[in-house]
């Protein structure tokens, strides 16, 4: 079965400083895909990206960057400039063609200080 | 406006009892999902819907229940089984298959008494 680690519990950084996020995947599937969650205080998880496995193009939306390496196993996430707002924990999930189960890492809480 | 109800936000409930949480959707969304999470375990899959009438369990779907007459709605039952019910449980919704993102509701907590 798939697996997800997200080694940083907790990362409190100050604002405008840049942070980045670290996702580790484990799978067997060739055909595979990465998500990014962010939830806020409020508890409501809401989708930040996606990325299927044969498209290792970095991406960058705003402050929000995505840097996925097959070689490594890594869909790491960096904030740049981080503003308070960011605060919140992240979560890293992995779903597998074969089976429609989304696996979720144990999350990152983000404490960004004014 | 399309989106994913929970109800209620908070539920408290003595130990023993059976309790449901409600999920609607209106994003004519094929496949629904219910999710259990505990601090700083992340969320864990309690039983998933791809269609009507349909549904198979998740990784700890032992003492829990739900059911899916309609698209719109897969209500999830606690039921007295379920050894540690207190947890904050969130539902979500998807067009279905692997590649899709999961839209999530607000969460309902439970606390058991």
């Known amino acids: 079965a798939q697996k997800v680690t997200q080694a940083q519990t907790e990362i409190s950084v100050v604002e405008k400083e840049d942070v980045t996020l670290d996702c580790v995947y484990e799978?067997?599937?060739?055909?595979?895909?990465l998500f990014w969650y962010k939830q806020p205080p409020s508890g409501e998880l809401v989708f930040l990206i996606r990325?299927?496995?044969?498209?290792?193009q970095n991406e960058i939306s705003g402050r929000y960057s995505w840097n996925f390496q097959k070689s490594t196993s890594s869909f790491n996430f960096t904030i740049t400039a981080s503003q308070v707002v960011d605060s919140a924990v992240y979560f890293c999930a992995l779903s597998e063609a074969s089976n429609n189960d989304m696996r979720f890492g144990a999350g990152t809480r983000l404490t960004v200080k004014p | 406006d399309g989106g994913i109800t929970q109800s209620p936000k908070y539920l408290f409930r003595k130990e023993g009892q059976n309790v449901t949480l409600s999920c609607e959707q209106n994003l004519n969304h094929d496949a629904m999902y219910w999710y259990r999470q505990d601090p700083g375990q992340g969320l864990r899959l309690i039983y998933y819907s791809q269609i009507v009438n349909d549904f198979q369990k998740g990784d700890i779907a032992e003492g829990y229940s739900v059911s899916r007459e309609k698209k719109e709605s897969f209500p999830l039952t606690v039921t007295s089984a379920q050894k540690n019910p207190t947890a904050f449980y969130l539902c979500?919704?998807?067009?279905?298959?692997?590649?899709?993102?999961?839209?999530f509701g607000p969460g309902t907590r439970l606390t058991v008494l």
């Open positions: 979500a919704s998807s067009r279905g298959g692997s590649n899709n993102e999961q839209f």
């Open positions: 799978t067997r599937d060739t055909t595979y895909y």
């Open positions: 990325r299927n496995s044969f498209d290792e």
